[in-house]
């Protein structure tokens, strides 16, 4: 299993930091340990083409938009988007789904 984390900066410039100034507050702050990629556009035509292919392989309750920060993808081991998360969506409440997905 692997945790990929891509910083946005397109929902009130909530991440206007640099790369390396995320990664320091997200390591030491929350003491994540997975990679923490480039800033990237998650919506609109400058999109990453990462966000494209999540969108559009498991489109929101509203539409294929993120619509604000920490939305979540759940993707199998052969790329395969399984489920989407509301930004909401306690990382902890996806558990289940996680086991299930790795044990499949």
């Given at each position: 299993?692997e ?34 990629f ?45 489920d ?21």
């Open positions: 299993m945790i990929l984390a891509f910083p946005c900066n397109q929902f009130g410039g909530q991440e206007p930091g640099s790369l390396e100034e995320i990664q320091n507050t997200v390591c030491t702050r929350f003491k994540a340990e997975f990679p923490i480039d800033k990237v556009d998650v919506n609109g035509d400058t999109a990453a083409p990462i966000y494209k292919y999540l969108k559009s392989s498991k489109g929101g309750l509203f539409g294929d938009g993120i619509k604000w920060n920490f939305a979540k993808f759940l993707v199998d081991k052969n790329g395969n988007v399984v989407r998360y509301a930004p909401t969506t306690s990382p902890l409440s996806i558990e289940k789904d996680l086991v299930k997905l790795l044990g499949a």
